[in-house]
Structures are given as C-alpha cells and as structure tokens.
C-alpha cells in the first residue's frame, strides 16, 4: 500500500483540477449552473482530503494501519461517486439522486471512519518485527 498521506494529496488535486474546471466553465459561459458540484468537489475533494493528507502525514503510525487504507477506499470512492453524480444531476439528470443520496452516505462513513481514527490511541512501533502494534 502506497503511503496514504501522498495517495490523499494525488487524489485530492485530480478533484482540485475537476473543481476549478467546473469554476471555469461557469465563469466563461455565464452559466452559473453547477455551482453545488463546483463547491463540494473542491471542498469534499480538495480541502478536506488534503486535511486527512496532512493529518496521516503528522501522524504516520495511524496512517500506516489497515483501518487507514479501508478509510481512504471509503471516502475516496464517495466522493468521487458524488462528484459525477451531483455533476450529472445539477445537469438535468434527475434520475441520479438516489445515487447523489447514496454517495453523500459513504462520504459521511468515511469522515465517521476518519474521526475514530483520529480519537484511536497511537499505535507504537515493534522494532523486532518493523510492525506497528497497539497499545
Ligand atoms: C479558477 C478557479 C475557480 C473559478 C473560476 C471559480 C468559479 C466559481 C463560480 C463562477 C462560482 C459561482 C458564483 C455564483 O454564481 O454565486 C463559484 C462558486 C463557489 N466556488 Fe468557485 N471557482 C474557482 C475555485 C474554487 C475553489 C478552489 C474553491 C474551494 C476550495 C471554490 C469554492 C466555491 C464555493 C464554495 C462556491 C459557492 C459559493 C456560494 O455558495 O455562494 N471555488 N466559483
Ligand atoms: C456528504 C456531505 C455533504 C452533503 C450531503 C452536503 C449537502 C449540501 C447541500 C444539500 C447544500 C445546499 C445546496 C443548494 O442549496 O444548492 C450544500 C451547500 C453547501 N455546502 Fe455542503 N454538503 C456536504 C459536505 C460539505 C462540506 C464538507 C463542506 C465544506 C468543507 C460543504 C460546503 C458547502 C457550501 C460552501 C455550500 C454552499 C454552496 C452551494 O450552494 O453549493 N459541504 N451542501
């Protein structure tokens, strides 16, 4: 498993560069029409993943577990679910909001996920055995 700190920072500029794309598009075209996509594919995507990049990165025993990876799979998916699908909906595809519903859930059990996370105790290096161990 790559080192999650710099798996969150790829992923969340991949959703910096699709946000601001979106930003672009409606400023150029006058169409102020995707701003709920724009927001939230910035904010759920760039800011907050780069917040859980920066966390793994100041905490590297917690982001070495496998809950981390399990979290990171969780909220990335989400977002990236919500990303396509709020997109498609703010565009006329109304059909897609049970899937908007549905990816807003698994975005919500990735930050709960994050949060046990971050009130779990720090595990502690075995240096006999190179593996991180709980307390
Ligand atoms: C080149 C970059 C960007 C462009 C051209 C752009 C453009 C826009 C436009 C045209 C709107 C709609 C404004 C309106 O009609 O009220 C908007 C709204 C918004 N943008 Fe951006 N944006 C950019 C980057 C960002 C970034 C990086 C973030 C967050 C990190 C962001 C967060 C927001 C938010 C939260 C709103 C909604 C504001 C509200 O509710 O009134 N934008 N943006
Ligand atoms: C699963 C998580 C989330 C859901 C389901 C959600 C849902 C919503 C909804 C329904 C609106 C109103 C949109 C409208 O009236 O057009 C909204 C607006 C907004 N949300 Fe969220 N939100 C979530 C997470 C977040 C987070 C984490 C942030 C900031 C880091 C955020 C920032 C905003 C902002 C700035 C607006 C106003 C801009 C807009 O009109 O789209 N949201 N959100």
Do not use: C, D
Not at 88 to 112: D, H, K, N, T
């Amino acid at each position: 498993m790559p080192n999650i700190a710099h798996l969150y920072f790829r992923t969340a500029i991949v959703f910096l560069l699709l946000g601001v794309a979106m930003g672009l598009h409606m400023a150029m075209s006058g169409q102020h029409n995707v701003i709920g996509p724009h927001a939230h594919t910035n904010l759920l995507g760039w800011v907050t993943m780069a917040l859980f990049g920066g966390y793994y990165a100041l905490n590297p025993a917690k982001a070495e577990s496998r809950f981390a990876g399990i979290q990171y799979m969780t909220y990335a998916t989400g977002v990236a679910l919500m990303t396509v699908s709020l997109y498609l909906l703010y565009r006329g595809y109304a059909s897609l909001e049970p899937v908007v519903a549905v990816s807003s859930l698994i975005v919500l059990a990735g930050i709960v996920m994050f949060a046990v996370i971050v009130f779990g105790r720090e595990p502690v290096a075995n240096p006999v055995r190179g593996e991180a161990l709980r307390h």
